[in-house]
């Protein structure tokens, strides 16, 4: 290929599956198995011992942790006073600043 970008564009025209559902384009057959599953199927098989249930193990681990009221995630800038119950929103905290 002479360039980057027709290599590129040459990729995802040829190597593409696109959602029925939704505007979601994956590079794989497999890839696309699971955004359905996780995205477009009602089944949740893992559940929340407090309040409910989730779809995938990484959804469920985020939740329980707004659970846990004595671990709070504070941030660190002098005179901000963002808490929040997760790790990765407080991380996403600090990338907005």
């Given at each position: 290929y002479r360039t980057?970008?027709?290599f590129l564009s040459?990729?995802?025209?040829?190597?593409h599956v696109t959602c029925a559902s939704c505007d979601m384009i994956c590079t794989?057959?497999?890839s696309m198995k699971s955004h359905i599953r996780f995205?477009?199927?009602d089944e949740r098989p893992l559940h929340c011992h407090l309040c409910g249930s989730f779809k995938n193990t990484?959804?469920?681990h985020k939740h329980v942790e707004t659970h846990n009221d004595s671990?709070?995630?504070?941030?660190?800038v002098e005179g901000?006073?963002?808490t929040s119950?997760?790790?990765?929103?407080?991380r996403q905290h600090y990338k907005r600043m």
């Open positions: 980057e970008s027709i040459t990729i995802f025209s040829v190597n794989s057959i497999s995205r477009h199927c990484y959804d469920l671990d709070a995630y504070s941030c660190d901000c006073g963002f119950w997760t790790l990765q929103t407080l």
